[in-house]
């Protein structure tokens, strides 16, 4: 017995073998699976001859009507269907809903912010930086970083107290864990720090995730320094290790922020029908999407949009929303698995000087 026969006579009638997404809903309008397709129609058709107990059965057999919309071409396909499924999580789609692999260093929207590594973003104001590799390898690099530059690394519930509120709580407080007796925390809990003072030591942290600061490396190497001079070689060996880990940890970030860079270039795709359109990608994610300029005028007004992508200061990989996030990791895969696509991209200079570029 055909499944669902009235949507699939719809799906016939009405679907064009198209580059497009298309949405399957249940009942109540349930969202139960975003795909997507080169060609809409054949793909759409294909779940009806899915047999008993496959997903495609099941996915059908649950679907109270579908919904497509038409996109000029795979890539931006591939990304549109990426953001509905980020969005919407529906219960029937497996891929891009997993973040098993990567990890994000987290700098949280708090009083006294601590810097951690997490799995997943969430949109709670924090700042993140990523994604990174090597989970576990993150947590321990996080780590030294909080303990060189003296962030506090205790629960978030934890009271937090500057010392110029110390007019209000006369005395100060008693410190709630070794790491400020042993000088590794500024120790906000008993308000031994002010706010600036906080403040400066977490744009470090900052600073020195965007590659832009060595003073926590300098920072150790003067502590290892210090402690074979009084002759406490243990120490300074617990110490070589720290710096050790720290440079490693900031060669991946440097290589990192590097391969993210390199995603930044003009971007020309054929589309259905004509339909061809350039994508302006910097930093691994999409800027613009304008449409292949016919003429003088369509040119002309195409790259003052080039212009102003591209020339706009860009701090890099900071401040990542959770679709921005992965958008990366989807370019950086789109192109490493298609170098054929890759080697018709450009640099922005080139596709402004190009009188007609491909």
Known sequence: MTRNPTLREHIRAMAENRP???????????????????????????????????????????????????????????????????????RFNVQHKRRKIFAFVKITKELAPR???????????????GPFPRVRALGQSLRELSHVLGL??????????????LKIFRGGRPPRCIRADLTTCLAPCCGRPNEAQYAEAVEMAQRFLEGRADEPLGEVEEQMAAASARMDFEYAAILRDRLERLRTFRDELVAFRGRVENLSFVYPVPGFGGDDRVYLIRHGRIRKTLTQPKGAKARARVAEQVEAVFSDADMGPGGLRPEEAAEILLIAQWFRLRPHERKRTMPPERWLKEPNPA
């Open 115 to 129: 810097v951690l590594p997490v799995s997943r973003i969430a949109d709670d104001g924090a700042t993140y930086y």
């Open 152 to 165: 506090r690394d205790c629960p978030g519930p934890t009271p937090v107290y500057f010392n110029d509120q």
């Open 20 to 90: 497009g997404v298309y949405r399957m809903y249940g009942p109540g309008d349930e969202l139960l699976y975003v795909g997507k397709s080169v060609h809409v129609r054949t793909r759409l058709l294909s779940y009806f001859r899915a047999h008993k107990r496959e997903k495609a059965w099941e996915l059908i057999s649950t679907a109270s009507h579908v919904e497509w919309e038409y996109i000029p071409n795979e890539f931006a396909s591939l990304v549109h269907e990426m953001k509905l499924i980020q969005r919407w999580q529906p």
